[in-house]
């Protein structure tokens, strides 16, 4: 493959003195200091870029005349990372896919906030729960079936025994570009190996309980799948801080809360608290939003309180 330097300046828009012909295509995957671009011609070239640069795999661009285009998202999905900066990991996606297992298990409000992200984002939120071969997997599919089995489709599946592979890559081959997400460990790569295995991605030494959690996977890559739509895989991360989202805004995309944003609460400002007359109240009473949905609601909340206050104090 060939790799082109596009120039200091390229990647920000300044016209360099070059005459390629300009093409059109996607940044397939992100090394830092260059992207790799898949063209519409089906031709793939490795593109130096600054780190800087904010592009991101899922980017259409176009490149000619020494400049590296990017041309306006569609959907972005953004996160937080453990020192509070702001990482956008993927563009143009419609499906995110959260990836999760007995073991390692994820952190708490890892899923929720997976799927208030992706909703925020206009994306569909899905479940991936895999290494379902693992004997405690049954309880712990249970499990999520009664916390999101009515909020968002689960696929149960094992990348080792192929167990519901089949719905898996019915559902990403109707056309969509989904993302998937997870702590390492969890089988992301695995599951796309298995899926389509003349990918050959490395994947991780088996997990055991005692296992450190090293990233095996280090770059997000973007991939055509078999049966149709587009996958991309990426490194595990153990936190998925919201980003852009108020704590006044929580409820309205937290999974569970559905019913309680079709009523309305007494008060417009309504944070679901202790205020009266507040409709999230009633349906935790009633058992129809469960206890630990509504726990980890409040928890999450609270880190977002948390922040706003200390940004306020700031400025
Ligand atoms: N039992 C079982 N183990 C699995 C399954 N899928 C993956 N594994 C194992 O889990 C470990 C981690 O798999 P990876 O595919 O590297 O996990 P990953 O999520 O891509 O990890 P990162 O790239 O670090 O984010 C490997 O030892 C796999 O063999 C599964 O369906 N069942
Ligand atoms: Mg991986």
């Known amino acids: 493959m060939k790799t082109k330097k596009m120039g200091g300046e390229a990647d920000?828009?300044?016209?360099?003195?070059?005459?390629?012909?300009?093409?059109?295509?996607?940044?397939?995957?992100?090394?830092?200091?260059?992207?790799?671009?898949?063209?519409?011609?089906?031709?793939r070239q490795m593109v130096k870029v600054k780190r800087s640069s904010g592009h991101v795999v899922g980017d259409d661009v176009v490149v000619g005349n020494g400049l590296l285009t990017r041309l306006p998202r569609r959907t972005k999905l953004c996160r937080?990372?453990?020192?509070?900066?702001?990482?956008?990991?993927?563009?143009n996606l419609d499906v995110l896919g959260?990836?999760?297992?007995?073991?390692?298990?994820?952190?708490?409000?890892?899923?929720d906030q997976a799927i208030v992200a992706a909703r925020e984002a206009s994306l569909v939120p899905v479940l991936v729960v895999n290494k379902c071969d693992r004997e405690?997997?049954?309880?712990?599919v249970a499990e999520l079936v009664t916390s999101y089995g009515k909020v968002?489709?689960?696929?149960?599946?094992?990348?080792?025994?192929g167990e519901g592979l089949d719905a898996l890559e019915v559902f990403l081959g109707k056309g969509f570009r989904s993302f998937f997400v997870g702590i390492t460990g969890v089988g992301k790569s695995s599951l796309l190996n298995a899926i389509c295995p003349a990918l050959d991605l490395r994947v991780g030494e088996l997990y055991t309980a005692g296992s450190r959690g090293c990233n095996t996977t280090t770059v997000s890559t973007l991939h055509s799948l078999p049966g149709g739509g587009e996958l991309v895989d990426t490194p595990g991360f153990n936190e998925f801080g919201l980003v852009d989202i108020s704590a006044a805004d929580l409820a309205g995309y937290f999974p569970?809360?559905?019913?309680?944003?079709e009523g309305v609460c007494r008060f417009r400002d309504c944070r679901h608290r202790t205020e009266p007359g507040c409709r999230v109240a009633e349906l935790v009473?009633?058992?129809?939003?469960?206890?630990?949905?509504?726990t980890t609601y409040?928890?999450?909340?609270?880190?977002l309180e948390a922040g706003e206050a200390r940004f306020k104090t700031r400025r």
């Open 256 to 261: 569970g809360f559905e019913q309680a944003m």
């Open 12 to 43: 920000r828009g300044k016209k360099l003195p070059c005459s390629d012909p300009e093409q059109k295509g996607v940044i397939v995957a992100h090394h830092g200091v260059a992207v790799e671009i898949l063209f519409e011609s089906g031709e």
């Open 136 to 140: 405690d997997s049954g309880p712990f």
């Open 98 to 111: 959260v990836v999760v297992a007995s073991l390692p298990l994820p952190s708490f409000g890892y899923v």
């Open 298 to 303: 409040l928890e999450i909340l609270d880190q």
């Open 152 to 161: 968002v489709d689960i696929f149960p599946v094992s990348a080792v025994t």
């Open 80 to 91: 937080k990372d453990s020192r509070g900066s702001i990482r956008i990991v993927g563009a």
């Open 285 to 294: 009473l009633s058992g129809d939003i469960p206890k630990e949905r509504y």
